[in-house]
């Protein structure tokens, strides 16, 4: 049995942290990093252009499931409280972590099919749509961490990234990176969210799933920048 969490500042900023990391917001954190550090891989499109499609990740991917998952709540258990909004009940992350992935995939057709997006970002929307339905299956028979998943998919993310595009400065990238994943997933061992095998799992499985959908797209698609 798990034991209580004494409600201390310690509490309560693992509390914030967890909110601010929570995986919804985990694909703005990805595309407003290449925003600002990496913006080449944005290519063709404008500055402007770049901001705004940041601007619609935010929206699309944060701020719409959020408000799904609210109702939802409201509709099924009648409250929405911190257990019910980190989804620390594992029966409580099945259907949402289904329907956020369906709706993440139809989201990457749909931006790239009508919106045209580059196939790099395409393949990032991917990645994050494939990380959530695992995490929906997964989740049918062990809780398994999503912000290890989320944090451990970023990371990878940037490595490869680094590698294709050497970019100096993707070095703090890859650092900060390493150091919220640290802070955040420290954050849900002392709430009690999760045991350690949960979250290292996690974050290994988040690295293989982007390790796959990168090499798939530049192996396989024979894909190249236009720089």
């Not at 028979?141 to 990371?155: E, R, T, V």
Request: with cysteine; charged share 5%.
């Amino acid at each position: 049995m798990k034991h209580h969490t004494q409600k201390n500042s310690w509490y309560y900023f693992a509390l914030i942290i967890s909110y601010l990391l929570h995986p919804v917001f985990v694909p703005t954190y990805i595309f407003a990093v290449f925003y600002y550090f990496g913006n080449m891989v944005f290519n063709p499109y404008s500055i402007p252009a770049q901001l705004y499609v940041v601007g619609m990740i935010l929206i699309t991917t944060a701020i719409i499931p959020l408000i799904m998952l609210g109702i939802n709540l409201l509709l099924l258990r009648k409250k929405i409280g911190n257990r019910e909004l980190l989804m620390d009940s594992n029966k409580d992350r099945i259907v949402p972590f289904f329907y956020v992935g369906i709706y993440y995939c139809a989201l990457s057709y749909m931006f790239y099919t009508y919106l045209h997006f580059p196939l790099l970002l395409t393949c990032l929307m991917m990645i994050i749509s494939i990380s959530v339905l695992m995490t929906a299956f997964i989740s049918i028979f062990w809780k398994i961490s999503a912000h290890a998943i989320a944090l451990g998919a970023s990371l990878m993310i940037f490595i490869l990234i680094y590698t294709i595009i050497p970019n100096p400065d993707f070095i703090y990238v890859i650092t900060g990176t390493l150091l919220i994943s640290g802070i955040t997933l420290s954050s849900r061992l002392y709430l009690n969210g999760h045991t350690p095998g949960q979250v290292y799992a996690g974050y290994v499985l988040g690295m293989l799933i982007s390790s796959i959908g990168l090499y798939f797209l530049v192996f396989n698609l024979n894909f190249s920048f236009n720089l």
